[in-house]
């Protein structure tokens, strides 16, 4: 053969693109290339727009003050303006294809980094399983960017991958996963549920670390006028009369640069709230025109606001269940949360146990 190559070069190359072309089909597929591949390469991509990177806005650092802010606010100001990333990991058919997302009654959206792995996996076992109840189709997304550099960005982005390829339940978006970037965490999503689920009826937008008790939740929204989300709806744990928080160590510091006015409009705390599928279409409008601020439950505040729509208080959904700890009282009996609809916050133990102890048949109160 070797001879007969030397005598036929243009058989000799053919032969070299043929063998090349099988040991990288077969690498595609291996778990050795899976393991060595950067995450972009990752086959197949599932994008559906050509990637844009986008460029820093250098004039963000001319306003007034700028150098003296925390590097985290003046990256902030520095990529404001981006509202667009490509898509790492998709679940095109969670709601059946756009056409058939009418089906799907409550759609749960859990705001979940990278790494929180546990609770993910507690909440697919628990309030966040996907099944009928009460006759009513219930579906789950996690939404994630990336975390960390390097072989440790490579190693979260590989985690996320493998559990969507069983679970099929993880929206992925190649930006940084700030506490910062929950605003365009948020409308990102916006952008998916319009293209890939537009007639779910209802959604619940939430933190991973609630307890959220969804069989209320269908039981709730069973009960509205609007059963199939096309009137406003819009509830949770209302705040209203609150500001921009000015002291520089706060979590939620927002400076003057980034939001001028001292009032913030009525919003829900972000921990977890109700909404139908017209409010949703209605903050995904209004957002076009609504240069970003980075706290996320305000922002979507600022949306109703201009849609002239009002958030509305629900009992049932709490920041602390009880306001004074006390010894004598389990702050984890079931009774608490046979009725609520939504606690803030629960380790991922409390959980499992707490979804179990309310579906007891025996549970006295
Ligand atoms: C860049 O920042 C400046 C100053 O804040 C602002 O006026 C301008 O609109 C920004 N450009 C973009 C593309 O957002
Ligand atoms: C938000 O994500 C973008 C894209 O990854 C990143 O450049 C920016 O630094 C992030 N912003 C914050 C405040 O974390
Ligand atoms: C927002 O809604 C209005 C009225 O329904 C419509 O005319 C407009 O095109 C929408 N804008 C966007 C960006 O979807």
Known sequence: LTIYLFINPSLCLLTFIVGFATI??????????????????LWPLQTTEPPIKCERNFSASKVTGFSGLPLHIQDFLFYRHCRYFPMLLNV?????????????????????????????????????????QYGKQIRTVFLSGTSGDGYHKMRLNKLLWLEN?????????????????????????MEWLERWCPNAHFLLNGDD?????????????????????????????????????????????????VH????????CGGCGFL????????IHNMSQSITMIP???????????????????????????LSVPSQKIDSLDPCHYRDILLVHRFHPYETFLMWHEIHQDDLKC
């Open 165 to 189: 390829r069983e679970h099929q339940d993880i929206l992925q978006w190649d930006f940084k996963d700030s506490f910062y970037n929950l605003t365009l965490k948020q409308v990102l999503f």
């Open 275 to 282: 909404l139908s599928r017209f409010t949703a279409r209605a």
């Open 260 to 267: 001028e006015s001292d009032r913030y409009p009525p919003y």
């Open 295 to 321: 706290i996320d439950d305000v922002y979507i505040g600022m949306c109703l606001e201009k849609a002239g729509l009002k958030p509305e208080s629900h009992m049932g959904v709490r920041t602390y269940l």
């Open 24 to 41: 990288f089909l077969q690498l595609q597929f291996s778990p050795l290339y899976l393991s060595i591949a950067p995450y972009f390469l």
């Open 209 to 257: 670390d609630i307890f959220a008790n969804t069989d209320n939740m269908v039981e709730y929204l069973k009960g509205q006028s609007n059963g199939d989300g096309n009137k406003h709806l819009f509830v949770g744990s209302l705040a209203f009369y609150l500001g921009p928080i000015r002291t520089r160590g706060s979590k939620y510091y927002v400076p003057v640069q």
């Open 92 to 132: 095109p058919n969670k709601c059946g294809g756009p056409q058939n997302s009418a089906h799907v009654f409550l759609l749960l959206v859990i705001k979940s980094s990278p790494a929180n792995y546990e609770r993910r996996e507690v909440l697919r076992k628990t309030w966040a399983a996907e099944r009928m």
